[in-house]
Structures are given as C-alpha cells and as structure tokens.
C-alpha cells in the first residue's frame, strides 16, 4: 500500500473565529441525521428530521458570520510582501466565487436598457414591467413540489445555496429577473415581440431565412389551442429564442471586465451601465460558504505570485499583447456551439470566462518563457509520454470516498473535511492491517450522494472523465498543486491501494485495477495533433513551473 500525506496548503489555517460553536453543530446535525434514518415511529422521524433542518439553517446562519470575518482579511493579503488593492481582490473574488452572478447582471442591464427604450418612447407603460413576489412564488412552486417529494425532510434553500450558490433572497431575485425577461422581450404571441427580440432571431438564422423564420412563429401561435387558450410556443423553442436574444444582445454590446481595464472600482460595464465592486461582493457573498472564499482568495494571490515572476522575467504581456492574442486564439471557437466561454467554464472548470481568461494571459506570458524550447523534438516527446491522453487511452479505477461535503444538502460542513479525513484514516488502518480489504471496504461504503450511480466503481475512463469523476480540473491542479487523476492515469502501480489522497471535495482511498495503452501513434508532424499537443505542453510546463514558484512565493 502506498500511503499518501496532504499537500501543504498555501495559506497557514485562518483564525478559528467561531469554528468550536459551528463544529459543534455541525456534529449534532450528523448525529440527528444519522438517528432519523433508524427512528421507527413515524413522528419521531419527522420530528428529527425538523431539527436537522433547524440546526442546518443555524449553521448557515454562523457560515454567513464567518465569511463576513474572512471577508476582512482581503484587506491585508501581501504576496512576497506586496500589499494588494483591497479593490482589486475584492473584485476578482466576485469574478471567482460569483461568477454566474456577474453573467446574470449582464442580463439584467439588458432588461433595464430596453425597458427603458420601449417606457420613453411610449410603446409600454411602466406598470407593465412590475413583477411581484406572489408572481415569483407561482413561478417557484412547482419546483419547490418536486423538491420536496423526491428529497423529504431536505432543506431545498440549502440545496439551493449549495448548486447555485445563492441565498434565497438572491435565488428569488434571478427568477424575478426571468419572468421580467420574458416580459421584456417574449410579451404575448410573436406579433408582439419588440423588434429588438425579432433582429436578434434573424442574425441567429440565415439572413435570408430570418423574415420567414419570425413569420412561422407568428402563424403558430395564431387562433386558440384545443382547450380555447391562446396558442403557445413549445417551452424548448421559446428557450431556443431565449439564447438568440442573449447572443444578439451580447454582440451589439460594448461589455467589458477587468481584463479590459476597468479601473479597480467597478465589476462589470456594459454600454453605459456599471456595477460597483463594493455592491457587486455585498450582493455576492450572502449565497458564499467559507470555503468558496477562501478558494477565491487563493486564487488572487497565486495570480499575483505567477504575475511578479512573468514580470520580473520580462514576460508578462502587456494589455494590448493580451488582447490582440486572445481575440486571434478565441476566434476560431466562437463561430461554433463550443465558444471559449462553453470550453473554459464546462470542461476546464473555471468559475467563469473572466477567471479563465486572467489565468489565459499568465500561460500566454509563460509560452514566451520557454519559446525556444517549443519545438518538434519536444512536443513529440510529450506526446509520446502522454499518448494514453492524446489517443485514447482508458484507466480502470476504483475509489473509497470521504465527503467535506453533507450528503443531505451537498453544503460545504465546518470542520467536513477534517472529519473526512479521520474516517479516511481510520479505514486505510484497517486495510493495512487486514482487518478489511479494499473490495470489503469498498462494499461497505455508503458515503455516496444519492445520484451517484457508480458508487465507487468508475469503470474504464479516458484522463478528462477520470477529472470529472474526481472532481477535478484545470482549474484547481493549480491550486492543489498536483492531480490525482492524472497520477493514476499515468503513474500508479496497478493493484495497489493508495491513500488517503486529499482530493478537491472529499478524502480518498484509491485503487488501479487496469489500463489500456494509447490506440494509435501521435505525430506532431500532423498540424491537428501539433495543436493539441503544443497546447498541452505549454499547459503542463506552466502548471510544473508554478508550482515552484509558489513554493518559494511569501504569503501573508
């Protein structure tokens, strides 16, 4: 058995402000939870599963206090004992931690620029647009129904917090914002639509196509369906229109972040329109775990770490370089469905476009460090030793996982990953002892979420489904500073158990059970397999390099 010791973390642990009182509840939370699943009269149940739902909530009540502490140290974070602008981390911690949020604001200028239009030229009333919270609770209903009948006893505004990361003051405010966007731009039959919603149709069509287009939705929903309602457009084209009109919107608009030089106050521009970063962290942070913060936080600093050496080096691009080469390396993706955005946030895990291009320009940066260094007999040597990746190579692997996370909500537990850790511990001693083994164990194992149907058993899996399954990422090797996917893709000894591994969410115990090798032979000679090797080369070296540079940076 190999046995695997924690990665140093990169910031010392913070002050333990109220963590006794929330580690305390967060056990008796456990320990109801655990007590309702064997309860056998019925009210007894219900009556425990009301105080776990009690004691979450209070719980979150304490996280919601510990991220306003934490929030304060973004005041005084130094890196190689340059103090960093308040401003600046605030901002980029809105970017990583709400970065869905910042997107929805987006949106949200646009409902208020064409309400604005349609209001002062009198085609509307300003009435018209109120959206009330009887509307929105109506609007909710259904969902909160389906909820509840398929998870009982779960609190859905936790869940809520934990996929969405928002409160439920926040959750409710983005489906108002929905329902005033259809009000906005999908009033009534087609016929009705602003003229804004029909050219942003028509630019997502054929120009030729797009007047015919507009015309059959109009004829489709004239008359009265079978039950004497106005007809209705099916719910998935109305999506469909939904995504026109945003895309339309987006490429009239001057939208702009702070890769586009935004002065450290403001979040987001878009036309005339801005969003304070004070505002923009206040509104945020209520939906935040610790965790989310902490993680941000993180970021920041090994950005600027990253970000001092490019410079020192004499490498670090200037705005203008940034610009010109990112717009030259996103334009052959965005004329197609898997836009820059699509690739950055749905398969290399960053929190939003604004985080993957912040990091983009410090990769960029290092390619110019090792430019002479990128050339045939390297790349082809790199994809030698990674043909596994390049060709389609699969890995069998089996896992014993330890949740941070609850297994009711998904949240983020104070103290969860500690406790991961010592259950972890305490089953990898019984599997050096043999006192179990690892198929025993594994059966055993019930720390699985509900939707998860592999329970353990992953199966043969190609290196980037492997990430997934584990949770990570291009993203978070950085800040992990290693990958245990790609260790047991790669490196580990098949048949042997290793642990406790700490992976992103949870700890581990892990097994290699077999691997296929590459089915073809790469050839950097061929201008498409160049490409994707040069990218993975420079990105391996990158995240090779930053690791030492981390490793002697000064974090306070």
Known sequence: MVKSGSTAKLFAPFPPIGISIMYRASVVVAALAAASAFALPELAA??????????EQEVGKLNDQLVDERSKLMRTIKVNGKQLDPLVVMRE???LAGGKLVEAKVANFFILEEIMKQVNTGQRKAEEFVVTEEEVMQNLAPMQKEFTTKNPGVDFWEVVRTQ???????????RKESILFDRVFFPGSPKDWPEITKEAIKAQTQSEQGPEFISQLEKATEGVDEDGNPKQLPEFWVNMMRQFVQKGLRSWSDIRYASHGLPAETVLRVNDLEWGTEEAFDFVKKGLFVHDLERAMQEVAVREALRQELVAKGVYISDEEFTNRYDEYREPYD?????????????????????FRARWR???SYSDLIKDEINDENLQAHADKRAAFFADGQ????????QGRSQRTGAWTPGGMEEAKTRCDEVFAKLESGELTFDKALEQHTEFFANDEKRGVLGMLPLNQLRQQLRENEFTQLLDGYSIAEHLFFEAEVGKTLGPIQGPESWLICRVNSRTPARRKISVKVERERELVREDYITYRFLEWANGVIAKAKFE
């Open 93 to 95: 911690c809105v970017y």
């Open 395 to 402: 890995c069998d692997i089996s896992i014993i996982p330890f």
């Open 164 to 174: 969405y990361g928002l409160s439920q003051e926040t959750f409710m405010e983005q």
């Open 46 to 55: 219900q009556n425990a599963q009301e105080q776990v739902k009690q004691l």
């Open 335 to 355: 004329s197609t469905p898997f836009t820059v955005e699509v690739i950055a946030t749905r398969f290399k895990g960053y929190p939003c476009l604004e985080a």
């Open 362 to 364: 410090l990769i960029s």
